[in-house]
Structure formats: structure tokens, C-alpha cells
T-cell receptor, first 113, second 111 residues
Framework: EPEVTQTPSHQVTQMGQEVILRCVPISNHLYFYWYRQILGQKVEFLVSFYNNEISEKSEIFDDQFSVERPDGSNFTLKIRSTKLEDSAMYFC???????????FGSGTRLTVV | DAKTTQPNSMESNEEEPVHLPCNHSTISGTDYIHWYRQLPSQGPEYVIHGLTSNVNNRMASLAIAEDRKSSTLILHRATLRDAAVYYCILVYYNQGGKLIFGQGTELSVKP
């Protein structure tokens, strides 16, 4: 069964550093998303991306965040200057045209120290 | 975004059926009812979705009330691997719509 792949599975970074979280969505999917889940809390929507541009973003997705699809397969989330409160699991998801189901990756655990 | 209400937690015995309820009294005609689950330390996983009619797939069944203000996810024979948080989510049927997760129902399964 096709999968959404996320790397790395765990990243530790120092406060103020930039991080890039990487995702390989399912190959024929057109819609891409990032969600995050702070430990013990609910899954929160960050951003959706379609046709090489952001289609929707949440209040969490401020100027410190950016997304990119640099080639035909990768989808990245960049946090420019990490804060302690950015520590969370980050999930990438994708969905296809005509498909109402979303496939999530296993997540990247980001720890900011 | 239309909201859903689910019990915080439920318990089941292994190999027994489980009925997970969800209330969505403000659902609109264009909202699909989706169920996802999140196993420990994993990303959410699609379970099933429906609009008006009851639905069955290999994982579960979805029973939708006639007025669509509530639905029930049915696991016919719970296994230990079904222990997870189950989310009932309304999704406006436009391509690429986001999922808004609530707290979900934490299902524990006893052997």
C-alpha cells in the first residue's frame, strides 16, 4: 500500500536554529498538508498546499514557517528560528484528486532544547 | 467548521463489538463524516467515511442517523491492535479541505 514517508523520525535542535522537515507524499497525490501534535494534545492543522502554492494556513503557521515542494517528490516544512514551544510531532499528509481520504506519515518528532 | 462531540474514553473486551458514538448536530448538507484513528506513537490513519448511507469496509462499519446529526463507528470484533484514539471529523467536500481534529475517543481493549 502506498505510504507517506517522513524524515528524519526524530530531530533535536537548539533554540534559534533552522530546521527542515521532509516528506515524500504518495506519488499521484495533488494535495499536501502539515499538521503538528504537541505531546498530550490534539492534532492541529498547519498548512495545506496545492498547485505549488499554499491554499490554506492556520494561525500557528506564522512567518517562521514555510513550505516548499522543491521537486516532483519532496514536500518540506521549514522552521526558520525554532522556539521551545515548537517541540512537537509533525505529520505530513497527502490526498489525491477525487479521493476523500488522507494518508498521513509516521511523523517527525522535533525536540527544541 | 462544524464541530463533533465524542466521549473521552471507552473500554471494550477483546473480540467483542465496539460502538463509538459521535454527535454532529450542526452538520451541513455538504459535510462528509470521516473517521480516523491514531495508534500510539503513529500518525492518524483513515478508517472510513460516509455522507448519508451506512458504509462498510474491511476495517469497520459506519452507521449514520437519518437526520445525520449523529453517527456510530462499529468495530465488529475488537482486537488489542484496535486500541487507539478514534476521531470523528466533518469534512466539507471540497478537494483539499483540511481535517480539524478534536480530542477523540480513546479506546482501550482488554484481553
Amino acid at each position: 500500500e502506498p505510504e507517506v514517508t517522513q524524515t528524519p523520525s526524530h530531530q533535536v535542535t537548539q533554540m534559534g536554529q533552522e530546521v527542515i522537515l521532509r516528506c515524500v507524499p504518495i506519488s499521484n497525490h495533488l494535495y499536501f498538508y502539515w499538521y503538528r501534535q504537541i505531546l498530550g494534545q490534539k492534532v492541529e492543522f498547519l498548512v495545506s498546499f496545492y498547485n505549488n502554492e499554499i491554499s490554506e494556513k492556520s494561525e500557528i503557521f506564522d512567518d517562521q514557517f514555510s513550505v516548499e515542494r522543491p521537486d516532483g517528490s519532496n514536500f518540506t516544512l521549514k522552521i526558520r528560528s525554532t522556539k521551545l514551544e515548537d517541540s512537537a510531532m509533525y505529520f505530513c499528509a497527502s490526498s489525491g484528486w477525487g479521493s476523500v481520504s488522507y494518508t498521513f506519515g509516521s511523523g517527525t518528532r522535533l525536540t527544541v532544547v | 467548521d462544524a464541530k463533533t462531540t465524542q466521549p473521552n474514553s471507552m473500554e471494550s473486551n477483546e473480540e467483542e463489538p465496539v460502538h463509538l458514538p459521535c454527535n454532529h448536530s450542526t452538520i451541513s448538507g455538504t459535510d462528509y463524516i470521516h473517521w480516523y484513528r491514531q495508534l500510539p506513537s503513529q500518525g492518524p490513519e483513515y478508517v472510513i467515511h460516509g455522507l448519508t448511507s451506512n458504509v462498510n469496509n474491511r476495517m469497520a462499519s459506519l452507521a449514520i442517523a437519518e437526520d445525520r446529526k449523529s453517527s456510530t463507528l462499529i468495530l465488529h470484533r475488537a482486537t488489542l491492535r484496535d486500541a487507539a484514539v478514534y476521531y470523528c471529523i466533518l469534512v466539507y467536500y471540497n478537494q483539499g479541505g483540511k481535517l480539524i481534529f478534536g480530542q477523540g475517543t480513546e479506546l482501550s481493549v482488554k484481553p
